[in-house]
């Protein structure tokens, strides 16, 4: 084959391939999350890669409609988007069947997005991302119940309270704020702004802000503030209500942040964002909130709901600086390695594990003892049984830990089964 | 809201929403595939569903690229493509990491995949795919564990010899007998048509055969001919030999077949198809077979490899036949309502089944019991827990079948645990 006319080797920029050792780290994340979930009694479900454009036209944040979807005509003249984010799609299925779901309806997802975005930390233009939805509750217990789910998602993996915080808001109170602090265009603009503040110097912040609203003092001493007895607003005293009976169920992490806003247009009222609190990683990692309007842009009647989405990336960020990540061990709990002329024998050996529950690779090729525990350690296999005349002729088998060196007695196929199950 | 500019709740044409009762369906496919690759050691990756346009255009059936790829340029002015199979990335993931990896090396993955086709049974636009490749065997042995593993796939539902059988071929002896046939225009034009010999009527077939050879008869004595004694190639003795180790390490159900060819440019040696012998569905289900030239498109030594491809759409459409769908259970199992004024006492209960592994669904709202008893069984949650005053005080509580209506005694949080849970 001419190496001038090879094809490349890496993936298309943005994306990752993901070899087995990868694979298991993001398998580990979606497992955690899938056991939460569940755990509150969410059900899975999904919806397809590809949507008609409109479907996110006028439901997700412009700015990324606009600018950051791969959406594209297909050879039938539609235009389409590879989705880059899930809220639509769950609301259009739950709308198509509103009648026949029951309330509250749960609902989770671990889906593919897509953003063609520009390369930076924890940005990737395909992601994976948990959604977690609460459809039909209107009361508090719903902000409940998702800060509760939100505070579990953090705690599987081992983090602790001192690593992250809880950020919760009213978009209804900074909506009114920003109101009064007279926009001069889009309010909306203001809100991105300040969704951004976190990313900025605070004079640089001030200078944006000054552009956007013609009285930007108080807002700023709102966006500043840090507890809720300075607001008088009514929304002060439902988030008042929201963290305390978060904090009697247990999460301790929630706090009041008035400047947390979350970039997307369909949040109606509470917002919240999970921060990381470690120097190194210091942002914000994912948020959620309540979006009671998006179902009913289906021509059905609204339904209140409540919802969240972490991604892969920012997660395994915040795993790694805090150490949270534990060893992963390969699916494959034994390789079977015929010695000369032993093919047979280790065939009959790995049927018989198999059968009895036991993940085993077979060596296919004659190769040498040494050969072989290289190809089981590059794959992180932890035991290497070799099957030579002699352990043939017994029908035992001797399984050596390749991490310790340590060799078993020879042992029957049914003892090597517990052996190597327990 | 306007119904006028309602979005329509349909997902895009040729794709499918999975509510939680088809996840369920889909995920119990998935389950069975991954538990029996990883019993043969194979380990999981995955790749980006976006890959830059000539990963396909030399390597995929030029048909489906031509005609049937969702491709596209993005912003940055790159052709992309969302990946029609899945074939070619491994091979550029093996390829980039050729020094690396140790052989024999088994991936397998369960990606969606996306052809613009036109609709028929068991065709969609995006589907999902098994693919489990072995690199790095020339023998024999390849073969064989391909076809244990083929077998494993099917009897791992419940399936039956007598369901179906496996349609083994060789692409050589095909080859040499199309170039025997004297073809007109390109031969893989000829292997193509007889790829779809099983879909056409025997006149139907014999007349678009002569529009593409010299001299059809012999290629057409061949493809009708049931035994592997009637063929003096060489590559009989091979076929020969895999279909004996084959019958040897238990799969039984692999017979030779001359027409037997698939689609794919990139086939080798060996190829073969799974073939539901029912009635109602006769038709070849996924195949696979030998592709040893694809690692090297890629300037890097080649590596002889084999592999397989079953398709969601089609192993659901077999079971379904077949009457081998079991009954799949929700994940939750107990939904806890509370009755008026004990929402405390629920969320209570909730949290300590929670933390002893128990996944539980809270009635949020104040409902009457036949309420909630309509919302746990349209989620077909088995078990429904009333919290009422009585129960609250005693702090035990009955547990409902919603099937056989049948209620337990008044069981403490821990009781209650041990039998929702055995």
Redesign the interface.
């Known amino acids: 084959?001419d190496?001038l006319m090879?094809?490349?080797?890496?993936?298309?920029?943005g994306?990752?391939?993901?070899?087995?050792e990868d694979?298991?780290l993001?398998?580990y994340i979606f497992d955690n999350w899938k056991k939460v979930c569940?755990?509150?009694?969410y059900?899975?479900?999904?919806?397809?890669?590809?949507?008609?454009l409109?479907?996110f036209a006028s439901k997700t944040s412009e700015e990324i409609v606009r600018?950051q979807t791969?959406s594209?005509?297909?050879?039938?003249g539609?235009m389409?988007t590879?989705r880059p984010e899930m809220t639509p799609s769950v609301s259009?299925?739950v709308?198509?069947?509103r009648q026949?779901?029951?309330?509250?309806l749960?609902?989770y997802s671990i889906p593919?997005c897509?953003r063609?975005e520009r390369m930076q930390r924890g940005r990737t233009?395909?992601f994976w991302q948990l959604n977690a939805d609460l459809f039909?509750?209107?009361?508090i217990?719903?902000e409940v119940?998702i800060l509760m789910l939100t505070d579990q998602l953090m705690k599987v993996f081992g983090a602790t309270d001192d690593m992250y915080e809880i950020r919760v808001n009213s978009r209804k109170l900074l909506n009114a704020r920003i109101a009064s602090a007279q926009p001069k265009g889009e309010p909306m603009e203001v809100l991105r702004l300040i969704d951004r503040m976190d990313k900025m110097s605070p004079e640089d912040f001030e200078k944006e802000l000054a552009e956007l609203v013609g009285s930007p003092d108080q807002l700023l001493a709102f966006l500043r503030a840090s507890s809720l007895e300075d607001i008088d607003e009514p929304e002060a005293e439902g988030l008042k209500t929201l963290l305390l009976r978060a904090k009697e169920?247990?999460v301790s992490s929630a706090i009041f942040m008035p400047a947390a806003a979350r970039g997307f247009d369909y949040y109606t009222d509470i917002v919240f964002e999970v921060f990381d609190r470690s120097p190194e990683n210091n942002r914000a990692m994912f948020g959620g909130g309540r979006y009671d309007g998006l179902v009913?842009?289906?021509?059905?009647e609204?339904i209140p709901t409540i919802g969240i989405a972490p991604g892969d990336v920012t997660m395994q960020n915040f795993l790694e600086t805090h150490g949270l990540l534990p060893e992963l061990k390969?699916?494959?709990q034994a390789?079977v390695a015929p010695l000369t002329g032993q093919?047979g024998p280790a065939?009959a050996l790995v049927?018989e594990l198999?059968a009895n529950?036991?993940?085993?690779?077979?060596?296919?090729?004659d190769k040498k003892a040494e050969q072989y525990i290289?190809?089981?350690?590059?794959?992180q296999?932890p035991y290497i049984i070799f099957v030579g005349g002699q352990e043939a002729k017994t029908n035992t088998f001797k399984a050596k830990n390749l991490r310790t060196k340590e060799e078993s007695e020879p042992l029957s196929p049914d003892q090597l089964t517990k052996f190597l199950l327990s």
């Open positions: 084959m190496e090879a094809l490349p080797t890496q993936p298309y920029k994306t990752r391939d993901f070899y087995p694979f298991r993001r398998q569940e755990s509150f009694g059900e899975p479900y999904d919806a397809p890669v590809i949507e008609p409109e479907l600018e791969f594209f005509e297909d050879r039938g539609r389409v590879m259009r299925m709308a198509a069947r026949e779901l029951g309330y509250p749960r609902l593919n897509f063609y233009r395909e039909g509750v209107e009361g217990e719903a119940e169920a247990g009913g842009a289906f021509g059905v609204p390969s699916e494959t390789f093919i065939e049927a198999r529950g036991v993940n085993v690779a077979l060596g296919l090729e290289k190809v089981a350690d590059k794959k296999i």
